[in-house]
């Protein structure tokens, strides 16, 4: 494609389309939900530039992420370019208050407020005081550090016996 500048009118619409996209994983989420997209603006070339930060530096969903953003945006009519940046370092604060209503609604613990300072690093996984996104109990326990996304580990609430996952703060 030939790179025609953009007015902002087309920054606009391509800043609503990749506002849409969702999360492979978590397709209940938008990237923007996610707070994965970070900027979408007019690059020194003039065409459309979006910048995404993955939730962890090897995150294996990336490249999806890049062409689900590159796929919305050429159906669109949009000629754009994707830019992943490292810096600043992803945060499970940026995770919106409609991507924490979507994850509770879909069965998923929302993050708390992520941990701010230095942050000890333990062999064991973090102890977490969270509420059972399907009955409301406190009363949960780890079951997996992991679950089926790097940055979830599922838990199982006590009360009502029903296992679910939970978004890490970082």
């Known amino acids: 494609m030939s790179a025609v500048a953009v007015d902002d009118e087309v920054l606009a619409r391509a800043r609503q389309v990749a506002a849409g996209v969702r999360d492979p994983e978590m397709p209940m989420l938008t990237l923007l939900d996610l707070g994965v997209l970070r900027d979408v603006a007019r690059g ?4 459309v530039r979006v910048t995404i930060t993955p939730t962890y530096s ?8 890049r062409d689900d953003l590159l796929h ?14 490292l810096r600043p370092a992803w945060s499970s604060d940026w995770i919106t208050d409609e991507g924490r209503r979507a994850l509770r609604q879909h069965g998923i613990s929302p993050p708390a407020a992520a941990p701010q ?49 939970h978004v890490k703060e970082i």
């Open 117 to 165: 300072g230095p942050v000890l690093l333990q062999l064991l996984a973090p102890s977490r005081a969270l509420t059972c996104p399907q009955c409301g109990s406190s009363r949960t326990e780890l079951t997996s550090a992991f679950g089926p996304t790097a940055c979830t580990a599922l838990y199982r609430c006590t009360t009502c016996r029903e296992p679910f996952q």
């Open 44 to 47: 020194d070339d003039g065409r």
């Open 58 to 65: 090897g995150c294996p969903v990336m490249a999806t992420m």
């Open 72 to 85: 919305a945006l050429a159906d669109a009519g949009l000629d754009a370019d994707v830019t992943v940046s």
